[in-house]
């Protein structure tokens, strides 16, 4: 059985610090590209940020570069989110999921998705 488990949303003041954790067990981990999808109320749901776990790149959407970085340890089948200087445009339920490299999809990142987890809510006041 396939498993996306995230963790580690929460409630913290603009310029604050969180982790995100992806979980991941069924599939072959280190053939999957991890993401990082966000959705608020009433929009569309956007990528966030990927890594592709056969060479390791990397990918951001624009508005978080510098501020977000995402990670893999193949050891624990569990990939990260690193946000640093949040902003309260970034609340939103954080989802990960897990597909195959594909050149940049609607979504706004170069996966298509096969999986999804559950999502973790991060909220950042001001």
């Known amino acids: 059985e396939v498993r996306l488990v995230e963790s580690g949303g929460g409630l913290v003041q603009a310029g604050g610090s969180l982790r995100l954790s992806c979980a991941a067990s069924?599939?072959?981990?280190?053939?999957?590209?991890i993401a990082w999808f966000r959705q608020s109320p009433g929009k569309v749901r956007e990528g966030v940020s990927s890594?592709?776990?056969?060479?390791?790149?990397?990918y951001y959407r624009e508005s978080v570069k510098g501020r977000f970085t995402i990670s893999s340890d193949n050891a624990k089948n569990t990939v990260y989110l690193q946000m640093n200087s949040l902003k309260p445009e970034d609340t939103a339920v954080y989802y990960c999921a897990a597909g195959v490299e594909a050149p940049i999809q609607s979504g706004g990142l170069p996966m298509v998705s096969d999986y999804w987890g559950q999502g973790t809510q991060v909220v950042v006041s001001s």
């Open positions: 890594i592709n776990n056969r060479d390791g790149s990397t």
């Open positions: 069924g599939f072959t981990f280190d053939d999957y590209t």
